[in-house]
């Protein structure tokens, strides 16, 4: 087995999971014996309808269990069937493998559960449906034994429920303080528990003798990588329970109920093709099924409302991002529109392209809408003269790409320049642009739409001719081109300054951040606060525990400041074990609420982690510091904060010291 950060060694991994859970592996309750031996017959053991029926007849509430199902309405026998080998001979022996290793895994891992954030029905009923889908998907795509396939899908997750059970900090726990970390749970997992649930569960299975697939798929199902499977072979299987993994969160039924999908590896689809197989056959076949092994188990499924609703939730989340279109070539620019380009800086480049517009051929106003990719919409940045449109209120204006008609339509399909006319179909657009005539030229780089340019003339002006939309559609080329390196270049300025391991903003940027905020509150007079958060004792977690468990310590603390920040402020990691936190437009009152609720939620976060970090309770020490921009500078502003920071070290640390600057009248008495 291989794991990320650290534990591609073997006894890395078994060392880290030994360090996650209360006991050792080889203490922990071990796997029904029956569902074991159920797992290891071969495909030719199978043959042996004596065999099988016998080794559930050793388990008599098995047996009993057994037969209930199979006398179910779901297989619907006329008359009931009384001996587990009278139903082997009807079902096959693969349905009644099926049902004995649900019983026993049921047993076993969600009827003994507790009450938590980590609701194991749910988490059960994605285990079901990962396993019919997996022998599904394996059944079309031709896999010799589908039946294993159902055992690894049914066993996926089995490390959340093992960390749940015998971990040192539950999974409920971890769920409840990384509910707003923004990061992939698998990430939080390793930050939290040192180790993920696939090498745990892997590792289990290994212990437990589960057959080598099962324990191959535990361990790999969330790769990035299908080449780290050992064959061709392997990699189908593992990315079959992948695939099944996430048809399942997309149907709004994951093991946990969040919106952040599993990960899928690039070449899964390589590996399980979708033409290959009918998704909506297979769904319709899982769900009578899953919905039958609830009735049997007298559990209390989502209603399809609830599952709707998930899906609902789900779909959100997929459109968070977007798919770049592939179209047609640029044509190329006269050279005199090239010169506002030079910048980088949309706010420069876009009025200067649309000023010269303006003056060269006479346009009465101009709007510039970009693509918002996440919201599916065009939304007003920029208008020429500034008071065109009403500029107001038309820079606040939203068209979704999704409600568009007429011959708006025909632009962006088109990719073409298009008179935008009176009529029933363009009248929405016209009166929300404020104009009876307008025309569209859509602002293209390498045909990805990057948005579109509206023109208007003053009233009594001629109507546009199409050699003048021509000519400004190949200025829109240029300011294509401009505004797709602008995101480039903003893309990896803003990679470039953050900081690898917390993935908060780094020095550098802290300090254009500082420089900018000083500038707005100076001519503003708004108050800032500025605030050093320091962890408390770091130097222990390293020596006792090490540098890897000292990252996740850093990664939590990143964790709990971006949880608890609002969009307009700031947070970055100053360097070492001190953060920085910027809260514009506060005051003293708000902004010590705002470091208590820092230093209380790293503080709860440190008691969950005492059982991973015994006698080193997680801390944080916080100054903070009010600035109103006059006077001073940022580095005097930081300065004050630190010597705050100080104090509360020296006054016995996990405390917050204020330090108002210019002798602020809301100051409030030390934490």
């Not at 291989?2 to 078994?14: I, K, M």
């Not at 009923?125 to 599904?136: D, E, F, K, P």
């Not at 109507?463 to 400004?472: A, K, N, Q, R």
């Not at 820092?598 to 008691?607: F, L, V």
Request: with cysteine; aromatic share 6%; hydrophobic share 45%.
């Amino acid at each position: 087995m291989t794991g990320p950060q650290g534990l591609d060694d073997p006894r890395d991994t078994a060392a880290a999971v030994r360090a996650a859970l209360r006991d050792d592996v080889e203490d922990l309750p071990p796997a029904p014996a029956a569902a074991v031996k159920l797992l290891r017959l071969t495909r030719e053991e199978d043959g042996d309808v004596s065999t099988i029926a016998h080794l559930i007849e050793t388990e008599p509430a098995l047996a009993a269990k057994v037969l209930k199902i199979v006398n179910s309405a779901f297989y619907g026998f006329p008359r009931n069937i009384q001996s587990i080998h009278r139903a082997v001979t009807l079902l096959g022996l693969s349905a009644v493998r099926q049902a004995a290793v649900q019983v026993l895994f049921f047993d076993s891992m969600v009827r003994r559960g507790g009450k938590g954030a980590f609701d194991r029905l749910f988490f059960w009923q994605h285990s079901l449906l990962v396993a019919i889908l997996s022998r599904g998907l394996g059944e079309r795509l031709g896999h010799p034994d589908p039946d294993s396939l159902y055992a690894a899908g049914l066993l996926h997750d089995l490390g959340k429920a093992i960390l749940e059970s015998q971990g040192r900090i539950r999974y409920s726990d971890f769920l409840t303080a990384s509910a707003n970390s923004g990061n992939p749970t698998i990430e939080d997992e390793r930050t939290f528990f040192g180790v993920s649930h696939d090498l745990v569960g892997a590792l289990v299975c290994e212990r437990w003798g589960l057959p080598e697939m099962v324990c191959r798929v535990q361990a790999l199902h969330h790769t990035s990588d299908l080449s780290q499977a050992p064959s061709q072979e392997a990699a189908r299987e593992v990315a079959i329970v992948a695939m099944a993994d996430f048809i399942a969160w997309t149907q709004g039924i994951g093991s946990i109920d969040n919106l952040s999908g599993p990960p899928l590896a690039s070449d899964v689809l390589d590996q399980v093709p979708l033409d290959q197989i009918d998704l909506s056959t297979l769904l319709e076949a899982a769900d009578a099924e899953i919905t039958e092994i609830g009735r049997f188990y007298g559990l209390e499924f989502p209603t399809s409302m609830q599952l709707r609703a998930r899906m609902v939730g789900t779909a959100i989340s997929l459109r968070r991002t977007s798919t770049p279109e592939s179209g047609r070539a640029r044509s190329e620019p006269r050279a005199s529109y090239t010169l506002p380009h030079h910048s980088l800086d949309p706010d420069e480049f876009i009025p200067s392209t649309l000023e010269a517009l303006r003056d060269e051929f006479g346009i009465g106003s101009l709007l510039m809408m970009q693509v918002e990719p996440r919201r599916r919409s065009l939304v007003a940045t920029h208008t020429w003269p500034e008071t065109a449109f009403g500029a107001s209120a038309r820079l606040r204006l939203e068209l979704p790409v999704d409600t568009l008609s007429g011959d708006m339509v025909r632009c962006l399909r088109e990719r073409r320049p298009t008179l935008i006319g009176a009529s029933v179909e363009n009248d929405v657009v016209l009166a929300a642009l404020g104009a009876t005539v307008a025309a569209a030229v859509p602002v293209l780089n390498n045909g990805r739409l990057l948005g579109v340019l509206w023109l208007a003339n003053d009233p009594g002006a001629p109507p546009f001719e199409v050699g003048l939309l021509l000519e400004v559609q190949r200025v829109a080329g240029e300011l294509g081109i401009a505004l797709d390196r602008s995101r480039v270049f903003a893309l990896e300025r803003a990679r470039a300054e953050i900081d690898a391991l917390t993935r908060l903003s780094n020095r550098a940027a802290i300090d254009r951040f500082l420089d900018q905020v000083f500038r707005q509150s100076a001519e503003s007079g708004l108050r800032f606060a500025v605030g050093l958060v320091d962890v408390d004792r770091f130097k222990d977690f390293n020596d006792t525990f090490g540098h890897l468990a000292g990252d996740d310590v850093l990664r939590i603390v990143a964790d709990s400041l971006r949880g608890m920040t609002r969009p307009s402020d700031f947070i970055g990691r100053y360097g070492g074990e001190e953060f920085l936190f910027v809260l514009v437009d506060c005051d003293g009152p708000g902004a010590l609420s705002y470091a208590e609720r820092i230093r209380a939620g790293i503080e709860r976060r440190g008691q969950l982690l005492l059982e991973r970090f015994p006698g080193h309770p997680l801390t944080a020490s916080i100054g903070v510091a009010l600035c109103d921009g006059r006077g001073g500078d940022p580095a005097q502003v930081v300065g004050a904060a630190d010597r705050a920071l100080y104090r509360a070290k020296a006054e016995g640390r996990n405390r917050i010291v204020p330090a108002w600057m210019r002798g602020d009248s809301s100051s409030v008495a030390p934490a």
